[in-house]
């Protein structure tokens, strides 16, 4: 691996362990998701790196895949994961945690399950591991306290401005004998009490460009330039183009998505609609070391 590149997904670990501190002191029960994600944001800045995608912030069954809209009004309630990614120079630190805010019990259980299964994969997972053996060690970590994984959701290798990057990692025994090579690795173990698969639920106002073309509207064109220098291929949030030209910004956005020029993520959403806890963290996998970017965790 390129040393450079190694330094920068380092640094993009220590900065994202500064942003989920910040992170998790801002979290708290009826705080408005808006807000929270303001501040993470701003932080990011602050510290001189720039987002990987827009944070999400998904509540109970909703997995993954959301973001606030420019005017948002949703509360910070329920079973809440909180997931940051952190760009320095292309290199990309994802990573995050779950917070119950209702004093419930089986969230309580269901967040100690995922970092435990987090925890099982950070131990073992080494140059040469299968994947299929990573994600049994998961598994097993998540199956003693009577959960379920989610199966259609898995970790990913982390490329220069590419978040998911080559290889999956699997949160179950999927019998995959590819073996991980030398690279950044998001794990990431979701587990719920539900029947463990998610399905594409409504929008989640995150974005990505995916074919650069050109279109009649005139502030569709301008977006567009500004989309495409300002995050790089990346994903991004609505109300983040909402702040640069203004509420009216939303309408070439739905243009820009009808013609094909942008897509939007779906929200993923439990199945059974039972609440889901997500642990997440970057690893480094090189030949004679793996190490844990984005927390002061040793291996
Ligand atoms: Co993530």
């Known amino acids: 691996m390129d040393k450079d590149y190694i330094a920068d997904l380092r640094k993009a670990g220590k900065i994202h362990q500064e942003v989920k501190a910040l992170a998790k002191s801002i979290v708290k029960k009826g705080v408005p998701l808006l807000e929270i994600a303001d501040k993470v944001d701003a932080k990011i800045k602050e510290l001189g790196a720039t987002t990987a995608f827009p944070i999400n912030l998904s509540i109970n069954e909703v997995a993954a895949h959301y973001t606030p809209t420019y005017n948002d009004e949703t509360l910070a309630h329920g079973l809440l994961k909180v997931d940051i990614g952190i760009c320095v120079n292309g290199a990309i630190a994802d990573c995050a945690f779950s917070v119950d805010l209702d004093n419930s019990d089986i969230n309580k259980k269901l967040i100690q399950a995922s970092r435990d299964g987090l925890e099982a994969a950070m131990r073992s997972a080494k140059f040469g591991m299968t994947l299929g053996e990573v994600g049994r060690n998961i598994q097993n970590a998540i199956v003693k306290h009577g959960f379920s994984p989610i199966k259609n959701l898995c970790g990913h290798q982390v490329d220069r401005f590419i978040v998911h990057a080559g290889q999956t990692v699997p949160n179950y025994d999927n019998g995959s004998n590819q073996r991980m090579v030398e690279s950044g690795y998001a794990i990431e173990p979701f587990v ?67 013609e094909g020029v942008l897509y939007q993520y779906p929200q993923l959403v439990e199945k059974s609609r039972e609440p889901v806890a997500q642990s997440e963290n970057t690893l480094l996998i090189l030949k004679d070391k793996t190490e844990v970017l984005t927390e002061d965790f040793k291996v």
């Open 192 to 258: 719920t009490t539900g029947q463990g698969m998610v399905y594409e639920g409504k929008p989640s106002n995150i974005y990505r460009m995916i074919n650069k073309k050109n279109v009649r509207d005139m502030l569709a064109r301008e977006i567009i330039s500004f989309i495409d220098k300002e995050y790089n291929g990346l994903p991004f949030a609505s109300r983040w183009v909402v702040k640069k030209f203004g509420p009216r910004a939303i309408m070439s956005i739905n243009i820009l998505e009808r």
